[in-house]
């Protein structure tokens, strides 16, 4: 709570003069007009000292991760992320308060924060809030209050949740961001989000699909850094609706999925949670192969009976048989699950018919079975990817990670692929 207080306090600061300096600062991205005519370049350039780093080669958006501690006036602000548009800033997100990075707030303290946040934006811009009530476009109907200051305009959208039953608790406090960009029109911040689900169809889709030197992968997926949390699902989701033209936050399906920052987000309350607000935004979730815990038992059966043919350590006997994909062995695992032929195909046939299309596929899967480039953690564990692409001829997939840049574009053997896989899944628009 500390954080955040302190985050309210800093902002009485931003209406304060000054001159830029050899290196940039928070204080000119918050406040500066000139820090909104700066090329990328520029603005790595000036910037980059403070922690920024380009999500993508595209360089499309910026973020500086909240552990970096960014600095404004002697304080720490939390994850920012800058937008480019047409070779400029468009958009500038500070997250002042998220469930997932700060743990939960009481009731009491949320709403007096809020109070206190809405007190100093009135008084640094000279204007009076504008209630703007929820988005509806939102996907968690985020409530918002926006202020303009000269040519500057800032937006701040909170959410929270009075009851959460499934967690037995009355509040759940879930996040606070402020949104920053030049006030152009009244609807300047729709046009800075560009959330139009109803501009994207399957039409569309084949056009992203590129083919070079035996690749067919798909271009255009944006780049959202789960950061040091356990929100692979819900990054992944967010990147997702980010290439059709959605603006969906990442702390925005987190608050649907009920998910927590060391636990993550299980497979089925992702699915669940997406067809929940599927109708929304005119999209649907479809299940292209998923491994239940039948499916699951089964294997370790086979794992076992080859395993002893071989000589080798059994996996232990689980109340909960998922648990033993930190067990397989490589070699094992690989020839047991390569014996179902048919699904080893039908994983094929899926990858390649939903890249050809345009569509990417949400793939549920277990690290550090195999050995594979670019993996930031050597440890096992349940993780999601995005498959993006693929090339008959290496036999290989193409797919991203959400840990930011050097992640978005790696390859892999499918045997590898399939072998540590669970599921896959494709968020598809309705027309």
């Given at each position: 709570?500390?954080?955040?207080?302190?985050?309210?306090?800093?902002?009485?600061?931003?209406?304060?003069?000054?001159?830029?300096?050899?290196?940039?600062?928070?204080?000119?991205?918050?406040?500066?007009?000139?820090?909104?005519?700066?090329?990328?370049?520029?603005?790595?350039?000036?910037?980059?000292?403070?922690?920024?780093?380009?999500?993508?080669?595209?360089?499309?958006?910026?973020?500086?991760?909240?552990?970096?501690?960014?600095?404004?006036?002697?304080?720490?602000?939390?994850?920012?992320?800058?937008?480019?548009?047409?070779?400029?800033?468009?958009?500038?997100?500070?997250?002042?308060?998220?469930?997932?990075?700060?743990?939960?707030?009481?009731?009491?303290?949320?709403?007096?924060?809020?109070?206190?946040?809405?007190?100093?934006?009135?008084?640094?811009?000279?204007?009076?809030?504008?209630?703007?009530?929820?988005?509806?476009?939102?996907?968690?109907?985020?409530?918002?209050?926006?202020?303009?200051?000269?040519?500057?305009?800032?937006?701040?959208?909170?959410?929270?949740?009075?009851?959460?039953?499934?967690?037995?608790?009355?509040?759940?406090?879930?996040?606070?961001?402020?949104?920053?960009?030049?006030?152009?029109?009244?609807?300047?911040?729709?046009?800075?989000?560009?959330?139009?689900?109803?501009?994207?169809?399957r039409g569309d889709l084949p056009a992203n699909v590129v083919r070079k030197d035996g690749d067919v992968f798909i271009q255009g997926l944006p780049m959202v850094d789960q950061g040091m949390k356990g929100y692979c699902v819900v990054a992944s989701t967010a990147r997702v609706f980010a290439y059709y033209d959605m603006a969906v936050d990442q702390h925005e399906i987190a608050q649907i999925a009920n998910s927590s920052a060391a636990g993550g987000t299980s497979t089925k309350g992702m699915v669940d949670a997406l067809e929940d607000i599927?109708?929304?935004?005119?999209?649907?979730?479809?299940?292209?192969?998923?491994?239940?815990?039948?499916?699951?038992?089964?294997?370790?059966?086979?794992?076992?009976?080859?395993?002893?043919?071989?000589?080798?350590?059994?996996?232990?006997?689980?109340?909960?048989?998922?648990?033993?994909?930190?067990?397989?062995?490589?070699?094992?695992?690989?020839?047991?699950?390569?014996?179902?032929?048919?699904?080893?195909?039908?994983?094929?046939?899926?990858?390649?018919?939903?890249?050809?299309?345009?569509?990417?596929?949400?793939?549920?899967?277990?690290?550090?079975?195999?050995?594979?480039?670019?993996?930031?953690?050597?440890?096992?564990?349940?993780?999601?990817?995005?498959?993006?692409?693929?090339?008959?001829?290496?036999?290989?997939?193409?797919?991203?990670?959400?840990?930011?840049?050097?992640?978005?574009?790696?390859?892999?053997?499918?045997?590898?692929?399939?072998?540590?896989?669970?599921?896959?899944?494709?968020?598809?628009?309705?027309?």
């Open positions: 709570m500390a954080k955040f207080y302190s985050l309210i306090v800093l902002a009485i600061s931003l209406s304060a003069p000054f001159s830029l300096k050899a290196e940039g600062s928070m204080e000119e991205i918050l406040t500066d007009q000139r820090f909104w005519k700066l090329s990328p370049d520029q603005f790595m350039d000036r910037y980059e000292a403070l922690g920024f780093q380009w999500n993508s080669e595209a360089k499309k958006s910026a973020r500086l991760p909240g552990f970096r501690k960014p600095k404004f006036q002697g304080k720490s602000l939390g994850e920012t992320i800058v937008n480019f548009e047409e070779g400029a800033p468009n958009l500038v997100q500070v997250s002042i308060y998220n469930r997932g990075d700060d743990g939960l707030l009481a009731e009491e303290s949320f709403e007096k924060g809020l109070s206190m946040w809405q007190g100093i934006l009135t008084e640094i811009t000279g204007a009076q809030p504008e209630e703007l009530g929820k988005d509806k476009k939102s996907a968690v109907g985020a409530e918002r209050v926006r202020w303009q200051k000269g040519d500057l305009a800032y937006q701040m959208e909170y959410s929270f949740q009075k009851e959460v039953r499934s967690k037995g608790i009355p509040f759940r406090s879930e996040f606070v961001r402020v949104r920053l960009a030049p006030y152009v029109e009244q609807s300047f911040m729709d046009k800075a989000l560009s959330s139009g689900p109803e501009r994207i169809s599927a109708g929304r935004f005119k999209v649907r979730v479809k299940t292209h192969m998923e491994m239940d815990y039948d499916d699951m038992t089964d294997l370790t059966e086979d794992y076992n009976r080859e395993a002893k043919r071989q000589d080798l350590a059994q996996v232990p006997e689980n109340s909960n048989n998922w648990f033993n994909f930190d067990h397989f062995q490589p070699d094992v695992l690989r020839k047991v699950r390569l014996k179902s032929s048919g699904d080893f195909k039908r994983f094929i046939g899926e990858v390649e018919r939903s890249v050809d299309a345009g569509v990417p596929l949400l793939w549920t899967m277990t690290v550090g079975i195999f050995e594979e480039p670019e993996r930031i953690s050597q440890s096992r564990g349940g993780h999601m990817r995005i498959i993006i692409g693929y090339n008959r001829d290496k036999e290989e997939i193409i797919f991203t990670d959400s840990w930011g840049a050097g992640h978005e574009f790696k390859r892999w053997g499918v045997e590898e692929a399939f072998s540590c896989s669970k599921g896959m899944y494709s968020i598809q628009p309705t027309t």
